[in-house]
């Protein structure tokens, strides 16, 4: 089989090892990729990332399966245009993949389905906003509508911060359109969970459940990041959390998933909230987590190319995921001054004998040395049979990487 897969982030470096596992794949281009796919077995990148001459691309070499990793090219419709010719391809159509790419459409539909999730009102004026803003409780949080790289959420712990946010997004427009419409919404108080899941429309299978770690600094403190690190599972998300989860939150989704006729063969990705009142859904992906997709992948059994296949065909009602027992953690290694500015283009090294617990991101393949190229430059993975033994495992491994200002949290997995 011939392979495209798109995105070029770790998590686009996690697909292709996963995937190549499998002995019917015999090649898989990486659009465009990074320092990781390329020196990835079976692996080639391809610098290309406009959707139609993906396209084109996909029809010229004969790509048997399509897999998409990142969002954006899921809100632009890349699978109702590869589909349109024909082409197989895994991941939801352009209107389902709006669960992610707006958030008043996401949280409008957790609504009719009644998902739990926080309360919320949606403003398109300014005005009504600011008034709205007089008279709820804080903290509170305010979003960006549409799809802002991660950036587009603000706690605000009063009503000075929220006024100054709602500015920002929408008469500022410090999101190039995508803060004009905005929600805002009531703040939830809790320990959060990945719980990334594989759906062919009529079945959902949740994965093992992930813990990211999304700020800078140990104890959770400083900045937001894309994610320093995962824990798998979740420690917080206990039989009774899932069994709550899957009826307040998974089934109701499903029902409406349904209901709306919508064409979803993906991953949906629930982004959660563990309170004292039981989990609320926070946001919907649709696509996998990053960095969660490099521990998740770590530890599951069962192969990722028949499960997507079997997703296709809409056969996952007769399809089991095997997991591996223990645990993962992975550290993400990044560039100091990230999540602000960073220099890039330091030499990586790693030792031969831990080359198979790296996932690289931002990072590039030059004359055959690879360089830092990104705030996030790779996660190192640890496997073992209790946290604690994951954790170690990781953590000696990142020993033997080394780049100049490598920064990274030492209390990933710590409960
Ligand atoms: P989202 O893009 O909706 O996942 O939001 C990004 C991050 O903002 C989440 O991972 C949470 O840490 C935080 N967040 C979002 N919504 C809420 C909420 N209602 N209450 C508390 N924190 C939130
Ligand atoms: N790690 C969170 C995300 O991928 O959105």
């Known amino acids: 089989m011939k392979i495209l897969l798109i995105g070029s982030g770790g998590r686009e470096h996690a697909l292709a090892w996963k995937i190549a596992k499998n002995e019917r794949v015999e090649k ?8 990781g796919t390329a020196r990835e077995s079976k692996c080639e990148n391809v610098n290309i990332t406009e959707i139609d001459e993906l396209l084109e691309f996909a ?18 419709g890349i699978v109702d245009k590869f589909k349109m010719k024909g082409l197989k391809i895994f991941g939801p159509s352009e209107k389902a993949a709006m669960l992610e790419g707006s958030k008043s459409f996401s949280k409008d539909f957790m609504k009719k389905y009644g998902v739990k999730t926080s309360e919320y009102e949606v403003f398109y004026d300014v005005d009504k906003a600011l008034a709205y803003l007089e008279t709820c409780s804080y903290p509170t949080v305010v979003k960006a509508d549409g799809l802002a790289a991660g950036k587009g959420v603000a706690i605000c ?7 100054d946010a709602v500015k920002s997004f929408m008469v500022d427009d410090i999101f190039n359109g995508a803060g004009q419409k905005i929600v805002i919404e ?21 994965f093992i459940s992930a813990k990211d770690h999304k700020q800078i600094f140990d104890g959770g403190k400083g900045p937001n990041t894309g994610g320093m690190g995962v824990l798998a599972p979740n420690p917080y998300v206990t039989k009774e959390i899932l069994k709550d989860f899957e009826e307040k939150i998974m089934n109701r989704t499903l029902v409406g998933i349904r209901e709306e006729g919508f064409d979803y063969k993906g991953i949906i990705f629930f982004g959660l909230m563990i309170t004292k009142k039981g989990s609320y859904l926070l946001e919907y992906n649709v696509r996998m987590g990053d960095p969660e997709t490099q521990s998740v992948l770590n530890l599951m059994e069962s192969d990722l190319l028949e499960l997507i296949e079997s997703a296709l065909i809409e056969n996952l009602k007769n399809t089991e995921v095997k997991w591996k027992n223990g ?18 283009g330091y030499e990586i090294i790693i030792e031969d004998e831990i080359k198979d617990k790296v996932f690289l991101a931002g990072a590039k393949l030059e004359n055959d040395v690879l360089k830092t190229n990104g705030g996030r430059v790779l996660s190192v993975v640890g496997v ?27 209390d990933i997995g710590v409960i």
């Open 28 to 35: 898989i281009f990486v659009a465009p990729g990074n320092g």
């Open 59 to 76: 029809l010229e070499q004969c790509i048997d399966l399509t897999v998409v990793g990142p969002e954006d090219p899921l809100t632009k």
């Open 157 to 163: 712990e009063n009503k000075r911060e929220a006024i």
């Open 186 to 206: 009531e703040f939830l108080e809790g320990v959060e969970a990945s719980i990334l899941s594989i759906t062919d429309g009529e079945t959902i299978i949740p």
């Open 327 to 344: 645990a993962c953690v992975n550290v993400v290694l990044a560039s100091k001054g990230y999540p602000a500015s960073y220099p890039k």
């Open 384 to 410: 073992g049979e209790t946290v604690e033994k994951a954790r170690e495992d990781a953590y000696r491994a990142i020993e033997k990487v080394e780049f100049k200002d490598k920064y990274y949290r030492s």
